[in-house]
């Protein structure tokens, strides 16, 4: 007004629902869910547990740990918004560092002969991201619903179909980043979509 004070409207705070919404965005968010898959698939494709601790750990840094920490790294200087990378026009350049991490990683581990499953994620985490860096360019596709679909299919390549009863988490994970305005309907059942499918057609054949 007239001493120059600007004022702001009193914003309430979040209701319980995006509260929750908040909460599995960041449980589901890709980093996390890729992570534990590495680890989950690599023990289990192992001769000896050691080994696939080993395997996973190696092949997380490569294809979680390089990515997000260059995400954390922007965000801390501003050059990005937030850890989810929120604005469309912001993702391709940490998609393109996740580009280059995960095929020098992928090429590691073919050289250290990592077993076949192993080899498999890594193809299909690189599939992801060059379909993602080239669909991110017009449209956000919403890529917590791809990664949270795409797990859900390695997991049930890798465990059998009694997997499938977690099939509704995709529904709620879809909720929420729909219920935080991150993303739209049709951008969330997109990316369930494509993640479904490059899991199946790129892991499966390969593992």
Do not use: C, N
Not at 161 to 179: F, I, K
Not at 185 to 206: D, E, K, S
């Amino acid at each position: 007004m007239g001493g120059g004070t600007e004022l702001r409207p009193v914003t309430s705070r979040p209701g319980p629902g995006r509260r929750i919404a908040r909460l599995v965005t960041e449980v589901t968010a890709p980093a996390v869910l890729v992570s534990l898959l590495i680890i989950t698939v690599s023990w289990h494709s192992a001769r000896r547990p050691g080994q696939g601790l080993v395997w996973g750990l190696l092949a997380t840094v490569f294809v979680t740990g390089i990515p997000f920490a260059y995400i954390v790294g922007g965000v801390r200087r501003g050059r990005l918004t937030d850890h989810h990378i929120g604005r469309r026009e912001q993702r391709r350049v940490p998609l393109l560092v996740g580009l280059g991490s995960v095929a020098g990683g992928l090429a590691l581990l073919a050289v250290l002969g990592a077993p076949r499953p192993v080899l498999a994620l890594a193809v299909a985490g690189l599939v992801g991201l060059v379909v993602a860096v080239s669909v991110s360019h017009w449209w956000k596709i919403s890529i917590h619903s791809a990664v949270s679909a795409g797990t859900l299919v390695i997991l049930t390549l890798t465990f059998g179909t009694r997997v499938l009863v977690a099939a509704p988490l995709l529904a709620l994970v879809g909720w929420s980043r729909v219920r935080l305005r991150d993303h739209t309907v049709p951008q969330v059942l997109a990316g369930g979509v494509l993640g479904a499918l490059i899991a199946a057609a790129v892991f499966g054949p390969l593992r």
